[in-house]
């Protein structure tokens, strides 16, 4: 009868330590870089921000601004914004924007790049949350024209 409960003890640590080598395993594979495109691994890049230099029209206003900047939009309001992409891009790289209750359209040398507009989506309700849309660039774009075009939805 003791030889059972031996067995067992020796059981429950044999899984125990198998369970805790398998995590180990896993945590060291998780911080191992890969190289998945359009996936930002822990500490395998760089940001640099893109604020200045962008000419913004709304409502057949022109001006010149320096981002991020609270436009004081109304519903259905229309904001065009350009500026021209930096000499130094290389393939791989991505540009972010945040929008929030807007409809975006991304265009880079007249090339519409990335939308994310209420009639994307099927079933969609009047106006989109809070989102951040990702335009991936590569070096021939550089130095090209950059539009976005925002529409107020909410």
Request: with cysteine; glycine share 8%.
């Amino acid at each position: 009868m003791k030889s059972k409960k031996i067995n067992f003890e020796v059981m429950i640590e044999g899984f125990a330590f198998l369970f805790a080598f398998a995590t180990l395993v896993i945590a060291l594979c998780a911080f191992i870089p890969t190289d998945s495109k359009g996936e930002a691994n822990t500490g395998d890049f760089d940001s640099t921000p893109f604020n200045d230099g962008w000419t913004v029209e709304v409502n057949g206003n022109k001006s010149s601004v320096t981002l991020p900047k609270d436009m004081g939009l109304r519903t259905g309001d229309e904001i065009v914004m350009t500026n021209t992409l930096p000499g130094d891009l290389s393939d791989g790289m991505s540009l972010l924007f945040r929008t929030s209750s807007e409809d975006i359209r991304i265009y880079i040398d007249g090339e519409l790049r990335e939308s994310y507009a209420t009639e994307d989506f099927d079933r969609m309700s009047y106006y989109l949350p809070s989102a951040y849309v990702v335009a991936e660039v590569e070096g021939h774009d550089a130095g090209k024209e950059i539009k976005v075009m925002i529409t107020a939805k909410g």
